[in-house]
């Protein structure tokens, strides 16, 4: 079993080796000193999502959204809230499809907001549609 996690600093995209039986809630990046965990979700690029599935040891769960889509921006907050909840086991990150076109080709998303669950790069689930927080998390834990 491994005993060191890797973890991809959301400020500055560093990747950080964190032993597993440290808390990681606490962990610091090694680069820029920033919080690894905060909370909150981390809006990425798409060359920042790339560094985050390939570094990543933890699971990275992703919410493609767009500033014009209703339903996006109502399922932000809960988004927010799942983020408290999963994280540091899980790493939350927004990808803004607007600005994401070969990204969501890649992916294949036919509507947003759309939930991404990857392991060690390779998505192993996706949901269309709205979630509350409960059931972003329920469906996260499902899934892992
Ligand atoms: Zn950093």
Not at 73 to 100: C, G, I, T
């Amino acid at each position: 079993m491994t005993t060191i996690n890797q973890i991809v600093c959301p400020v500055c995209g560093a990747i950080n080796r964190v032993p597993v039986d440290r808390p990681a809630a606490a962990a610091r990046c090694g680069s820029c000193k920033s919080a690894l965990f905060t909370a909150h979700p981390t809006e990425v690029t798409e060359a920042m999502l790339d560094t985050h599935l390939r570094a990543n040891s933890i699971p990275v769960l992703l919410d493609v959204w767009a500033p014009w889509c209703g339903p996006c921006r109502s399922m932000a907050p809960q988004f927010e809230r799942a983020a408290a909840m999963l994280e540091p086991e899980v790493r939350l990150l927004k990808l803004n499809a607007d600005d994401a076109q070969a990204t969501c080709a890649r992916l294949r998303v036919q509507g947003i907001p759309a939930l991404y669950l990857f392991r060690n790069g390779q998505p192993v689930a996706q949901s269309a549609g709205a979630m509350a927080a409960d059931a972003i998390v329920a469906w996260t834990r499902n899934n892992l």
